[in-house]
């Protein structure tokens, strides 16, 4: 039986995954996925923490500038 990304067991043609579904959606059988993020999504929240953390406010306040010019000047 193949394996999803997370490592679990799931049905190899697309029948008998409807049915695992609507199997799991009814409450016959437990979905057995855990919801935990991979590694690189963990990391990635803390990039920008990192980056404000460390940037001066002139430097955000920059970078908020060019922001709202962008934004607001397609409009025009």
Known sequence: MPKGPR???RPADAI???VMIGKI???EA???R???KSAAAQLGSLGGKKRAATMTP???AEIAR???EKRWGRCD
């Open 34 to 36: 855990e919801d935990v």
């Open 7 to 9: 490592g679990e067991k």
């Open 16 to 18: 008998g995954l409807a």
């Open 30 to 32: 437990e979905d057995t």
């Open 66 to 68: 060019k922001a709202a």
């Open 58 to 60: 002139e430097r955000r």
């Open 25 to 27: 959606a009814t409450g």
